[in-house]
């Protein structure tokens, strides 16, 4: 009996450490493709401009087509002074914007990477959770996201700002209606 509730648990604790793993893998993947998208969007907009773009990050001399502007980002993100506005609320003026990545993350969690893994008895889903309607939980936590700037807006305790959340709400739930609208399956 005792064996058989140890096999049991094993089993668990593997499905419980391949989907962390998994999560990790595709939340990293995300995080990364933030940057790559980042990096693209400086360089179409300095071809629309008619400019050389985004490349005077150097490391020892070497520019690599500008690629080193995510890492100087990254640095001036970190080593910037946070300034609150005098009477804002400091806490939710933290707070806000991890609103709007946790859930732009978690709606990952739902997409499917590719079909089963196989290996030998092990069959290993590439998808964080398997979800039924996962296009409904996608657009939800996306829709869930835009408390974060209504969060912001009440951070600052200014009226014009709350306005301006309050106003940016209702974006993310009326973009996600009209594609729901159109789907055929709420499956992926």
Excluded: C
Aim: a positive charge; charged letters at 15%.
């Amino acid at each position: 009996m005792q064996a058989r509730q140890g096999a049991a648990i094993n089993k668990m604790l593997e499905v419980l450490v391949i989907k962390f793993a998994l999560a990790g893998i595709v939340f990293f993947a995300a995080l990364n493709l933030a940057g790559f998208h980042t990096w693209v969007e400086r360089k179409q907009s300095a071809l629309i401009q008619d400019r050389i773009g985004a490349n005077r990050a150097d490391i020892f001399g070497f520019r690599l087509l500008g690629m080193f502007h995510g890492i100087a980002d990254a640095v001036k993100m970190f080593t910037k002074e946070d300034i609150v506005p005098a009477g804002a609320d400091k806490a939710l003026h933290t707070l806000a914007p991890f609103f709007s990545v946790f859930f732009a993350l978690v709606a990952f969690a739902g997409i499917p990477f590719g079909d089963r893994l196989i290996l030998g008895d092990r069959v290993i889903e590439l998808q964080v959770a398997h979800i039924d309607a996962a296009l409904l939980f996608i657009f939800a936590m996306l829709s869930l996201g835009v408390y974060g700037v209504i969060l912001a807006g009440f951070a600052s305790r200014n009226n014009y700002a709350i306005l301006g959340g309050l106003r940016f709400g209702p974006r993310g739930v009326w973009l996600a209606a009209g594609f729901l609208s159109g789907a055929s399956s709420l499956n992926l």
